[in-house]
Structure formats: C-alpha cells, structure tokens
C-alpha cells in the first residue's frame, strides 16, 4: 500500500527544493511533479495528503487537477504566492478549492508553511500559539455584553502601541478587532433552523451575552507577529461563505453581513486564519506583521481556512 505524502506541484527547482527541507520534518514524504499534467499523472499513484502548488494555480489546467486531488483524499490545496503574483489572487480565489493561500517575497515563509502543514496533517487547528513563539503570553478577554467591544478595542490599540510596535500595528489590530467581535456577536449566531437571529440588530446597540453568546478575545505579539485571536461558540462559519468574503475583498462590494467584516480584516492584516469547528466553535486569527519599522508589507495578505475534521 502506497504511503501517503505531500505533492508539490512548482516548477522551479530551488523552490522544490526549499519547500522539501521545510516540510522535511512533518513526517511524510514530499513528491514533485514540475506542471499540473505531471500533477495528475502522479495523483494516480500516490495517497497525497497535502496538495501543494505554485502561483500558477490559476492556470486552465489547475481546474481538473485540483479536482482529481480532492478525489484522491487530499484533505487540501496550498497555493504559494511570490508577491510579484498578486494579480494572480482574482482567479485563484475564483477556483474554490484553494483553502490555503501563502504570500510572501521569498519563495516561501518556512513558519507560515510549516504551521499549515502540521495543522492540516494533524487535525490540529486551534489557538493563536501556533504562530507565535513558544512562551509568548496571550492577553484574555471575555465579552459579556455587546457595548463592551468600543472599550476592548480602544484598549487593546492602547496596549499596542504602549509595547512600542507601532501606529499601522495599533490601527489595524483595532480595525480587525472590531470587526471580529462584531461578526462574533451578530452574524454566529444561529436558532436550530440556522437563522441568524441577531444579524440585523444594530451594531451599535447594547445585548446581554450569556455564556452561550459570551464572545474571547485574546492577543500577544513575540516580536514578528502581533496575533489578534476572536472565538465565538456557534461555530456557523462555513468554509464557502469564507471564500465569497476573501474574493470581494478586494476585487467587488463585499455586501453586508459577516463577509463584510471578513473582507476588511483580510485587506488590513497580514495573514488571516479561520479554525473552524461546525456547530461547535469559529476562530478566526489575524497576523499584523511588526517587523517593519515603517509599515511596508506584501501588498496582499496570505490566508487559511481549517475545518475540523
């Protein structure tokens, strides 16, 4: 019986090369194919995990073979963006299979694949540590009422930038904050018809939150990373309402609702994540990138989408 593994698709052979030393350590053996043909005809004899595939996934032929790895047991799509491929995002995002998007100016952020890896191999998704350094403290906050989210978000920009990271740190950390709790205590939750019954109260108004509707904000920051974490416990986010959001984020009107909120923090933050268990729970991760001491970033962001298994 065939072993599973991860494929690679990339043609380039010093990216081939990066990308097995990275994921050497995950426990399972990294195949390569050079373009989707040579993709496909290795699906037919390998059990991959893992799909990984280089920025041209929004070739005609990108289609058929991410089709056959999801019949072939993939559990998902990896796209490896250089930043010089950011006009490639439109139809990447177009094709609806690509659950992982990594974007960075080197062929490839090791942390950030690694992470992606493990989680998804692992079954492994939630909480921010994962891309923080070890013994990084994350600040914890529960909300027990709606009108608390104007004073936790105030606060939370003030606490930024007293660590000295910065205004875009502090600016967007809010931003996202805001939007987060807000899609968390409006648009999660649902009745056992699937009604969101409280989508259309107003955002500004003031709700009791039992335990059942209590919102968690945590965040840390280790010095790369400032990670802003916001669990709700409906666990109503799905997987395609996610892609709708990230494709209007920046290419058509997002609409109302939890898409708008979710396309805002992925145009403002550096790397968005979404751990999702059905039913259960949402988390959803943002990455604010502090390492530039002017606020250059990549001009697009990298995204996960992880649903429980």
Known sequence: MTAPSILLVHPDRRAQRIVQRVLAGVG????IAEDFAHGLARLAELQPRLVVVDGSAAAPSAAPFLTAARAAGAEACMALLDAAQVAEIPRILGLGAVTNLLVHPMPVLGEELTVTAQKLLRDDLFGAEKYLLWGTELEAIALTRASQRTHIVGALADQVRARGLGPRAASVAMLVADELISNAVHNAPVDDAGVHYRADLPRDGDLALDPRHQVALRWGCDGRYLAVEVTDTFGSLDRDTILRALVASGFKDAGGGAGMG????????????????????????????????????????????????
């Open 28 to 31: 399972y053996r990294v195949e």
């Open 262 to 309: 979710i396309a805002l923090a992925y145009r403002s933050c550096d790397h968005l994540v979404f751990n999702l268990a059905p039913g259960k729970r949402t988390e959803v991760i943002a990455l604010i990138d502090v390492r530039s001491p002017h606020g250059e970033r990549v001009p697009a962001s990298s995204y996960n989408v992880f649903v429980e298994r």
